[in-house]
């Protein structure tokens, strides 16, 4: 898979949190947005991978920022999550942290991906409906949009887009295939599991991109992966390309809204309220970086 879209302007990277990275990132948007940062339109090429993959179909659309985020925030509008039962939860919490270990990338993703495909969840029907609930639009927008999922038979990274053949919502909900907690997508014969199996933000896609904007709900002490992965070794390799990068991750207030189970339907409000906050306190530092005078 290349990792290179050649093409100058600005990307936008989208990483995976669950629902509570959701919400993060459509308050942080908006935050940004009343401060005079339009980051969804003035992005040339929108990568999301699991929670961002939901967030970048989101505001792909035309569906504006503030009706996304009341859909975080007022219970009369939020979509009915579901949560993970207590032994998956327990089951992939013991077992991911230990294949995470494994050297080898695709050998990594293949292990991770057995684990998926035998692991009994809910239907897929029932994953796919919360999926198309969260989507106010089911196709695809008439501009770039990128989103990372992994084969759980060869462990390979897949990117799709509308070009790609396959149904918005299919895309999303097998980029936020959790392993061992959602069941994989099928696509074609094909099943897919989560992008973030390759890396939770998959940052180096932005390659070739003349600035790259990367919100990270994990942030840099986020999942390690040997062999590559690992955000903060993409930003970096990022700007030794020439992308100028900006990274946000959460601020204090914003982690203990995320809180220890990103998963929990319970973390939208504060954290789409966190996320608000701190997208009006940063707004001068992100606008200042996309007229050039910053890189940090």
Not at 53 to 68: F, K, P, R
Not at 119 to 145: G, N
Not at 197 to 217: K, Q, Y
Request: aromatic share 4%.
């Amino acid at each position: 898979m290349s990792t290179r879209y050649d093409i100058d302007g600005q990307a936008l990277v989208l990483g995976g949190g669950g629902v509570a990275g959701i919400a993060w990132m459509t308050g942080l948007l908006l935050g940004l947005s009343e401060e005079g940062v339009d980051l969804a339109g003035t992005s040339d090429v929108l990568i999301g991978t699991s929670a961002g993959s939901t967030v970048a179909a989101q505001i792909a659309g035309e569906t504006a920022l503030d009706e996304l985020f009341q859909r975080q925030v007022d219970p009369g509008r939020q979509v009915a999550e579901l949560t993970p039962k207590p032994h998956l939860l327990e089951l992939a919490g013991n077992a991911l942290p230990i294949l995470f270990k494994l050297g080898d990338p695709v050998e990594r993703r293949k292990r991770i991906g057995d684990l998926a495909g035998n692991t009994t969840t809910i239907t897929e029907a029932e994953r796919l409906a919360v999926i198309a609930a969260r989507l106010p639009l089911h196709e695809w927008p008439d501009r770039a949009l990128k989103i990372v999922a992994v084969d759980i038979a060869t462990g390979e990274p897949r990117i799709f887009d509308r070009l790609s053949g396959v149904g918005l919502v299919d895309a999303v909900a097998a980029s936020c295939a959790v392993p061992g907690m959602w069941p994989p997508v099928s696509i074609g014969d094909r099943r897919y599991m989560d992008g973030g199996i390759r890396s939770s933000d998959n940052a180096d896609l932005a390659t070739g991109h003349e600035r790259a904007i990367v919100i990270s709900p994990l942030g840099a002490g986020g999942v390690k992966l040997p062999g590559g992965g690992n955000l903060p070794d993409q930003v970096e390799a990022l700007r030794k390309a020439g992308t100028r990068t900006q990274f946000i991750e959460p601020d204090d207030r914003a982690r203990k809204a995320i809180g220890f189970n990103p998963l929990s339907p319970d973390t939208r409000t504060p954290a789409a309220e966190a996320g608000r906050a701190q997208g009006r306190a940063i707004a001068s530092d992100i606008a200042i970086f996309q007229q050039g005078r910053s890189d940090r």
